[in-house]
T-cell receptor, first 113, second 114 residues
């Protein structure tokens, strides 16, 4: 069964450093998403991406965040200057048609120290 | 505002017992509804979804959920719990229109005792 692949599975970074979280969506999917889950809290929407542009973003997705689909295969989330409160599990997801029934990756656990 | 409420952050059942995980939503437009399961240290796996066809939706692993518009509910059930069902379960909603972001509930951790 096709999978959404995320790398790395764990990343530890120092506060103020830039991190890039990588995702390989399912190959024929057209809609891409990032969500995050702070430990013990609910899963929160960050951003959706379609046709090489952001289609929607949440209040959380401020100027320190950016997304890119650099090569038609990968989908990345960049956090420019990490803060302690950015520590969370970040999930990538993709779908063929939108509408919510997406396939999620297994996540990247980001720890900012 | 659209929202999802999951009643009960923890539910414990005995193996073989009925599983009932509750989810209510608030929406001014017709929703799409989903249940996701998260096993320890894993991602979110789609169990089932309601997208306006049959109100009783069957999913994987023997789970099903019924959309009840009058009660704004989408409770998840399984007739007989198995030890392997122990996980965190998330109800989520998205709304028809120009957005397909998912709004998640806070999750319910299901424990299954032998």
């Amino acid at each position: 069964e096709p999978e959404v692949t995320q790398t790395p599975s764990h990343q530890v970074t120092q506060m103020g450093q830039e991190v890039i979280l990588r995702c390989v969506p399912i190959s024929n999917h057209l809609y891409f998403y990032w969500y995050r889950q702070i430990l013990g809290q609910k899963v929160e929407f960050l951003v959706s991406f379609y046709n090489n542009e952001i289609s929607e973003k949440s209040e959380i997705f401020d100027d320190q965040f950016s997304v890119e689909r650099p090569d038609g295969s990968n989908f990345t989330l960049k956090i420019r200057s990490t803060k302690l409160e950015d520590s969370a599990m970040y999930f990538c997801a993709s779908s063929t048609t939108g509408g919510g029934g997406y396939t999620f990756g297994s996540g990247t656990r980001l720890t900012v120290v | 505002a659209q929202s999802v409420t999951q009643l009960g952050s923890h539910v414990s059942v005995s193996e073989g017992a009925l599983v009932l995980l509750r989810c209510n939503y608030s929406s001014s437009v017709p929703p799409y509804l989903f249940w996701y399961v998260q096993y320890p240290n894993q991602g979110l796996q789609l169990l089932l979804k309601y997208t306006s066809a049959a109100t009783l939706v069957k999913g994987i692993n023997g789970f099903e959920a019924e959309f009840k518009k009058s009660e704004t509910s989408f409770h998840l059930t399984k007739p007989s719990a198995h030890m392997s069902d122990a996980a965190e379960y998330f109800c989520a909603v998205s709304f028809r229109g120009n957005t397909d972001k998912l709004i998640f509930g806070t999750g319910t951790r299901l424990q299954v005792f032998p």
